[in-house]
């Protein structure tokens, strides 16, 4: 499997994939740490941080539907990257039921993040 991947370095605050990318690939961090965030860089809302060994992106791979948030390097950080037909190859072999369950979760996640994004803008949020 590791001849699927590609190793890539990014620099601090270098952008990995924005919010509405196609989701083309996923990521392991080798080294070093992501942030994943929405929002605009001047007032980024931080969803979360992706450190050694983590992976990132694949939720825009599961449901073929557009990135929901940013990714950029925090520190420098060395990535590997997959493609999106390498994993949705080994997803076409898994039980049904697990394709099924994986599906349900993504789809509760992206009902949250909207919700969120919505709360935000009537509480004032840009």
């Known amino acids: 499997m590791s001849a699927a991947f590609e190793r890539r370095t990014f620099a601090p605050g270098e952008m990995i994939f ?6 083309d690939s996923l ?14 860089t001047d007032h980024p809302t931080i969803i979360g941080r992706v450190e050694t060994s983590g992976i990132f ?11 929901m948030a940013h990714a950029s ?3 420098e950080s060395v990535l590997m990257r997959m493609p999106a037909s390498v994993l949705r190859e080994s997803l076409y072999g898994a039980d049904p039921l ?6 349900l979760l993504i789809d509760n996640i992206r009902t949250m993040a909207r919700r969120l994004d919505e709360l935000e803008i ?5």
């Open 98 to 103: 697990l394709r099924q369950l994986v599906q």
């Open 27 to 40: 990521y392991v961090v080798e080294s070093g740490r992501v942030r994943i965030w929405r929002g605009d």
């Open 73 to 75: 390097a925090e520190v």
């Open 18 to 23: 924005k919010e509405g990318d196609p989701g």
């Open 57 to 67: 992106g694949e939720m825009a791979i599961f449901d073929r539907k557009p990135r």
């Open 122 to 126: 009537r509480m004032g949020g840009d």
